[in-house]
């Protein structure tokens, strides 16, 4: 520091100040570029020429940008991909919901003998946090019982496995918080108990469903394992799988990736644009 | 009662689920098949077969070495009727042969005539002389490739033994800062196994003896590897992920002089100025010996119809259509896949385009197949395993050696 | 009426219970069987041995580095999400502009398929042309061999875990922050306490119960490890990244151990049990706080 006059503008608590500022926009900017940069690279790589990616320079953006890879990975039959993404994800998520939903229901409404809530819940709690590659054995020879080896069906049926347990877990919170009067009046006036899950708590439960199915959607979209053990053809590949298989070990064929990656990616992002608000309560798996 | 519920629950469900079920055309094909070059290849033949076929519908996988086994097992192992063509590395054949999961082709008709023995050979179970379980594809055998202008700049010979590849290494990577001496698979699994077995079979070391028992604990085996960790410090850093496209990479760059493990199929472009810069530099010959003589390896890639497969007769027209001499032909000189087709080698234009074809038909007629036992894949990737170790400095020639062999007799005898 | 809502409860809870005994119990209870046998595939044909497996996998150099590389690969990943988590969560807490479009940026990654994820980094982690090395290349430094240097792969790993997870970490820690009372740290800062201070003393104790949750989770999660390993080394160089998802996986689907795979199997199953339990009576506790 030079000793000459403090001038009014660097006044020992501005200058503090300004340093804090500093440091956080620095911060920020640091957090910034670690969460953000891989996924630019991701979408600069998906419209870069081979020679602009396959190089030792490190640059970010395009020079000359082109469709080439999206055209291309469509060609492949990426599309049929999507759509298998696209039906697994939302038969999954519908299962769940439907059958969370009443288990759920249940759980908040009904009383169980003995406790046996409690060991329910126990359950699925103990089946959310197992791996699932323990069971993945069994359910293959499940699977090849039912025939189910290599169909979307099979997916969406062993997705359970991980979206049933989450979508429980998720809407036991949300109907917990619904006062049981309502139902309870509506039971004096004759209404039987289905008519007043329809017409009662559906409406009420329905953004804590809409919140639940976005995320139960989400771990459907992204399974791998399950998809890698138990399909076979690329016709029912999904879109996880479609990518593993282009992590092939004899080429660099990033352009073709990350154009799948970026189309992969998309609807997720979309979803999460929507979804603000119920992030945290979503990814935590409502497991507070 | 939640009846409506339920209800709404069904519909919404099955409306989902019942038109994804499973709808095979009468007429298509799903192949399972390779990535890189032989994805290339299946795509044209699928293109040439469409234009007089327009009825049928084929789709291929294209998958990487370990998957396309992982796959194809577990499609055999259950039975699913997933494929109807597979196609498969001769060293899984026996497997798959002895277990039943292939149609005998025999039977289904296939004619074999014009192949190269050495590749019919591994076609059939038992070995050789059996039942005709696939049709030959792609003709590969391993070779050995230098850089004959980067030799004759240092007064080097042609390497006639593993001791001198070495030597050769040590001198070229001391005396040139770009070059490195020599370049290989360090790749786990089958891709280590297959550069390191002809260095082993030069030393007279064997994994498994002529009855199928595990041999590999020997002196013989610890100086093979002991020779092949001396590799490492002559090659690209990194050579422990290398597989067979960086392998081509060193070669077609100039940045390596040496390649222990060249298969025809990986380098059709080496004299090809537009992505080769060694035009015409580049020798590939049969691997050096060392206490024997050479002995090439053969690595061919069968095409199979599996037992459950749900369109045999459709899949034995594809499988000819493949395997016949003008396509096997036409996909080595617009692939540059290796044919199995002898009179291809000695055509005017696929000698012009390769002209070290003579040679490669005289290694594919006597090359030696790796062991004929059902559980090659696992031995290889627990010999994979160990050479990978042995090869990153986590345990010693020794070590590997024995710790190999006992494993390998462990799932041999078990 | 009281058999009536027997007959309801048993509707309403059948659906949900028979796909997760199909799906897990049953599995669980034959992976426990299969334990028990030799065999590649299922109970036909299968040899009764007892312990074996067991003992076959505590002498095996895979299992035990597996068991290792997993208990490194949680530790170490989920203790740097909790603490960097916490560090963009104080910084993020701050009121500054543009607060609204820089948190949904941060979270992005935690929206990405593992496989898109690994794809990315895969790329970066290229020694010859991978953008990491191209960075480390443009200030002079010589490139790092990321996936095959051995000392180095698990940590590869570990940085993309922490890439895609921290921002859950941070979702978790800001939501806790938001809990902390203005008034309170107002009034600690009139009475001249420093910032270090507060946190200390007021911030930290009212973040225990976020800061547990956001360590069981990730804890949890990354025990399952799988999909990373198999498409950034798929275990490799040697056994420098082989974790157990990946053994279990290798042995049961590739070599047909399945015996061995479902002991294997079992030792996560206990493990997994353990952390459910540790994670269930934290749940219980702060329910009823």
Request: no cysteine; glycine share 8%.
């Amino acid at each position: 520091m030079s000793g000459g006059p403090v001038s009014g503008l660097l006044r020992p608590g501005r200058i503090g100040r300004l340093a804090g500022w500093a440091g956080l926009a620095a911060g920020i900017g640091l957090t910034l570029v670690f969460a953000a940069l891989p996924v630019v690279w991701m979408l600069a790589t998906s419209v870069k020429p081979p020679g602009e990616y396959v190089t030792t320079a490190a640059r970010l953006l395009p020079e000359t940008p082109t469709a080439q890879h999206y055209i291309g990975v469509v060609d492949a039959g990426l599309l049929r991909q999507l759509a298998n993404s696209l039906i697994v994800t939302a038969g999954a998520t519908a299962l769940s919901l439907v059958v969370g939903f009443w288990a759920a229901y249940a759980l908040t409404r009904l009383p169980f003998p003995r406790r046996l809530d409690l060991v329910f819940l126990a359950l699925v709690l103990v089946i959310k946090l197992m791996p699932p590659i323990v069971v993945a054995v069994p359910v293959y020879q499940i699977l090849d019982a039912l025939g189910l080896i290599d169909t979307l069906t099979g997916l969406i049926l062993s997705y359970q496995l991980y979206t049933l347990p989450f979508a429980i877990w998720m809407l036991l919170g949300f109907l917990a918080d619904i006062p049981p009067d309502y139902e309870e009046a509506a039971a004096v006036d004759g209404a039987s108990t289905g008519r007043a899950m329809a017409t009662i708590v559906l409406p009420l439960a329905a953004p804590g469903l809409a919140a639940t199915a976005v995320f139960t959607a989400i771990l459907a979209w992204n399974e791998f394992l399950f998809a890698l053990l138990f399909i076979n053809s690329p016709s029912t590949a999904t879109l996880p799988l479609a990518i593993a298989n282009r992590i092939t070990e004899d080429e660099t064929l990033w352009g073709p990736l990350m154009a799948i990656g970026s189309l992969a990616s998309l609807p997720v992002l979309i979803a999460m644009a929507y979804l603000q608000r119920h992030l945290l309560a979503g990814f935590s798996g409502g497991l507070r | 009662m939640p009846r409506t519920l339920l209800a709404a629950g069904v519909v919404a469900t099955g409306a989902l689920v019942a038109p994804i079920a499973p709808a095979l055309a009468q007429d298509s094909l799903v192949i399972a098949g390779r990535d890189g070059v032989y994805a290339e290849a299946m795509a044209w033949l699928i293109d040439a077969y469409a234009a007089t076929n327009p009825d049928v519908s084929i789709e291929a996988l294209a998958l990487p070495y370990a998957g396309l086994y992982e796959r194809a097992v577990i499609a055999m192992r259950e039975e699913a009727g997933a494929f109807d063509v597979v196609l498969l590395d001769d060293t899984w054949a026996t497997e798959f042969m002895s277990e039943g999961w292939l149609a005998d082709l025999d039977a289904l008709g296939a004619d074999t005539d014009g192949f190269v023995d050495s590749t019919l050979a591994v076609s059939r179970y038992p070995y050789g002389e059996g039942t005709l379980h696939a049709l030959p594809f792609v003709g590969n055998v391993e070779l050995f490739a230098y850089n004959r202008a980067l030799f004759e700049a240092h007064g080097l010979d042609r390497p006639e033994s593993w001791t001198a590849v070495v030597e050769a290494a040590a001198t070229i990577d001391a005396a040139e800062s770009d070059v490195d001496g020599v370049v290989f698979r360090g790749t786990k699994g089958n891709p280590i196994v297959t550069g390191f077995l002809p260095i082993l079979w030069a030393h007279g070391g064997r994994v498994v003896d002529e009855a199928g028992v595990a041999a590999f604990d020997s002196e013989a085996a610890v100086a093979a590897v002991d020779l092949f960790l001396s590799l490492k410090p002559h090659a690209p850093e990194g050579v422990e992920l290398y597989n067979s496209s960086e392998v081509r990479d060193a070669l077609q760059t100039g940045t390596t002089a040496m390649a222990i493990e060249v298969w025809p199929s990986w380098v059709p472009a080496l004299d090809d100025p537009s992505v080769s810069q060694v035009v015409g530099d580049v020798e590939i010959i049969a691997a050096p010996g060392q206490v024997e003589g050479p002995a090439p390896m053969l690595g061919s890639w069968l095409l199979a119809i599996p037992a459950d497969a749900p369109n045999p007769e459709a899949a034995l027209d594809f499988l000819s259509f493949a395997t016949a001499p003008e396509q096997q032909r036409a996909l080595a000189l617009e692939i540059g896949l290796p044919p199995t087709r002898a009179a291809v080698y000695a055509d005017a234009d696929a000698v012009d385009a390769y002209r070290w074809y003579p040679a490669q038909l005289d290694a594919l007629e006597n090359a030696q197949p790796r062991p004929r036992i059902t559980r090659w894949s696992e031995i290889e990737s627990i010999l994979g395993d160990y050479l990978q170790l042995a090869l990153i400095g986590e345990i010693s020639a020794e070590e590997a050696v024995a710790e190999a062999h006992a494993r390998i007799a462990g799932a041999l005898g078990g | 009426m009281h058999r009536d809502n027997h007959r309801r409860l048993v509707l309403l809870i059948a659906p949900a219970l028979v796909l997760l005994v199909l799906l897990a119990v049953y599995p669980v209870v034959r992976v426990a069987v299969l334990s028990l046998f030799e065999t590649e595939y299922g109970l036909d044909g299968a040899v009764y041995v007892g312990l074996d497996n067991y003992r076959t996998l505590a002498g095996d150099r895979f299992f035990t580095r597996s068991a290792l590389n997993t208990l490194h690969f949680t530790v170490a990943a989920s203790l740097t999400q909790v603490g960097l988590g916490l560090a963009i969560a104080l910084l993020l807490d701050r009121p500054f502009p543009g607060r609204r479009l820089v948190l949904p940026l941060v979270v992005v990654p935690l929206m990405l398929s593992t496989m898109v994820v690994a794809a990315i980094w895969r790329s970066w982690f290229h020694y010859d042309f991978g953008f990491l090395n191209a960075l480390l290349g443009s200030v002079g430094l010589d490139g790092v061999g990321w996936l095959f240097d051995r000392d180095l792969t698990l940590w590869s790993i570990i940085l993309v875990d922490v890439w895609q997870y921290t921002p859950l970490t941070v979702l978790i820690l800001l939501a806790g922050l938001s809990a902390v009372p203005r008034e309170v740290v107002e009034a600690a800062r009139i009475d001249g306490a420093g910032r270090w201070r507060i946190f200390r003393t007021i911030t930290l104790p009212l973040l225990a119960g976020p800061l547990a949750l956001a360590l069981l989770l990730r804890t949890v999660d990354t025990f399952k490890i799988f999909d990373k390993v198999y498409a950034l080394t798929g275990g490799g160089p040697g056994l420098a990244s082989e974790v157990l998802s990946l053994f279990v996986y290798e042995n049961g689907f590739r070599f047909a151990n399945v015996g061995i795979a479902s002991a294997a199997a079992m030792v996560m199953v206990v493990i997994a049990g353990a952390l459910a339990a540790v994670y269930a009576t934290w749940m219980l506790r702060s329910r009823a706080r």
